[in-house]
Antibody, heavy 120, light 107 residues
Framework: QVQLQESGPGLVKPSETLSLTCTVSGDSVSSGSYFWSWIRQPPGKGLEWIGYMNYNGNTKYNPSLKSRVTTSVDTSKNQFSLKLTSVTAADTAVYYC????????????WGQGTLVTVSS | DVQLTQSPSSVSASVGDRVTITCRASQDINNWLAWYQQKPGKAPNLLIYAASSLQSGVPSRFSGSGSGTHFTLTISGLQPEDFATYFCQQANSFPFTFGGGTKVEIK
């Protein structure tokens, strides 16, 4: 059974860079059938899809965040990562990593989520 | 972006009730729609994909229907563990977007 686990700082200062890593177990990030994704949810609000990527560099980012987002995959560690630059309080959210089925583009497996607060 | 509008935003129901949630898309998304259940402090859990296909392991009291711009999620015979928030998600065009959520509360 695939499991995903987010890790990274829970507090980031305004204008700095948010960095998160998702460690995958029970599956390989090198699988060609899947993409790997980041989604976020501000406290008490709805869900926003940040972007998705696969092991060979194919990526797609939400245009609303595209200028600030970078993602990467580390096949040696079976991990993928998110960097979000120039953060503001509006970026405070629970950040989830998830596995995307490319046949249906749905999120069948999620990490537990990690709260990132942007505050000085 | 495709906008998804869910209704109602909340519903009060009793155990055993039939509950129907609607998701309307701002443009035709064929059957590229999924439904998720989310409980407080937890990640969403996939219930339905491709508008009407039941995800493995999900109880059969959950069903989905619709195509184009109008979709529904029905819970037939509400159980205590079903009190949660439900979201729809379109997968027709990126950025994939989510509805605002429907909270199913105990009456």
């Amino acid at each position: 059974q695939v499991q995903l686990q987010e890790s990274g700082p829970g507090l980031v200062k305004p204008s700095e860079t948010l960095s998160l890593t998702c460690t995958v177990s029970g599956d390989s990030v090198s699988s060609g059938s899947y993409f790997w994704s980041w989604i976020r949810q501000p406290p008490g609000k709805g869900l926003e899809w940040i972007g998705y990527m696969n092991y060979n560099g194919n990526t797609k980012y939400n245009p609303s965040l595209k200028s600030r987002v970078t993602t990467s995959v580390d096949t040696s560690k079976n991990q993928f990562s998110l960097k979000l630059t120039s953060v503001t309080a509006a970026d405070t959210a629970v950040y989830y990593c998830a596995k995307v089925h490319s046949s249906s583009w749905v999120l069948a497996h999620w990490g537990q989520g990690t709260l990132v607060t942007v505050s000085s | 972006d495709v906008q998804l509008t869910q209704s109602p935003s909340s519903v009060s129901a009793s155990v055993g009730d039939r509950v129907t949630i609607t998701c309307r898309a701002s443009q035709d998304i064929n059957n590229w729609l999924a439904w998720y259940q989310q409980k407080p402090g937890k990640a969403p859990n996939l219930l339905i994909y491709a508008a009407s296909s039941l995800q493995s392991g999900v109880p059969s009291r959950f069903s989905g229907s619709g195509s184009g711009t109008h979709f529904t999620l029905t819970i037939s015979g509400l159980q205590p563990e079903d009190f949660a928030t439900y979201f729809c998600q379109q997968a027709n065009s990126f950025p994939f977007t989510f509805g605002g959520g429907t909270k199913v509360e105990i009456k």
